[in-house]
Structure formats: C-alpha cells, structure tokens
C-alpha cells in the first residue's frame, strides 16, 4: 500500500502562484508514475499533468500548458506540481495520484491505484 499526501494548498489571486507537494510513503517511489488531477464543485476529476518513473517524461493538460510544471524528486519521495498564472477557473481540489506504469492510460483517473486526500486551491479574480 501507498499512502500520499498533498500540501501545499491555499487562496491565491489570479496572476499568483502556488507550488503543490505530494508525499508518498513507499520505498519504490521511483517505480511508479506520478499525476495531479483536480475536481471543480459538480465537475468531472479531470487531468491536469503527469511524470514518468522511467525518465521522467512529463505530460500536460492543455488548459495548463505553459503554465503548470511537474516535477519529482525520488530521493525524498516526492512530486510537486508548480502552478503560475493561476486563473479562477483553475479552482478546484488538487489530487495526486500514483500507478506503475505510463501509456495512455496516464491521462485517466481510473487507472490510477493510489490516490491522496486532496488539496483546495482557490484563485480569486
């Protein structure tokens, strides 16, 4: 089993910037692949970036292209999403995700196996 858990959350105004973290608490952290995914009030959970284990090959909503960056660092267990020019509709509850093998099925929630508890970013205008 896996557990993570997100920080990193807050209220930010539109234009600002916040840097998310997740933790796992495993030991083969470097063998799994690593997403965010966020869910609106009354909203699907949607795909927002992903990295690989393998070579950390790094993949992106295009709502958040150019301005979201996942990263990851295997020695302290951790991803990190860095998120600028926020914008209100970026608002949601931010999820990290983990699941051992990359593809397609990356983009999907439900092919991920582990998930974290959440994290509330709200951007006002």
């Known amino acids: 089993q896996m557990q993570l858990v997100e920080s990193g959350g807050g209220l930010v105004q539109a234009g600002g910037s916040l840097r998310l973290s997740c933790a796992a608490s495993?030991?083969?952290?470097?063998?799994?692949?690593m997403g965010w995914f966020r869910q609106a009030p009354e909203k699907e959970r949607e795909f927002v970036a992903a990295?690989?284990?393998?070579?950390?090959?790094?993949y992106y909503a295009d709502s958040v292209k150019g301005r979201f960056a996942i990263s990851r660092d295997n020695a302290k267990n951790t991803v990190y999403l860095q998120m600028n020019t926020l914008k209100p509709d970026d608002s949601a509850v931010y999820y990290c995700a983990a699941r051992r093998f990359a593809g397609p099925a990356l983009l999907r929630p439900d092919e991920y196996a582990y998930w974290g508890q959440g994290t509330q970013v709200t951007v006002s205008s």
């Open positions: 990295i690989t284990w393998s070579d950390s090959t790094t």
């Open positions: 495993t030991r083969t952290f470097n063998n799994y692949c």
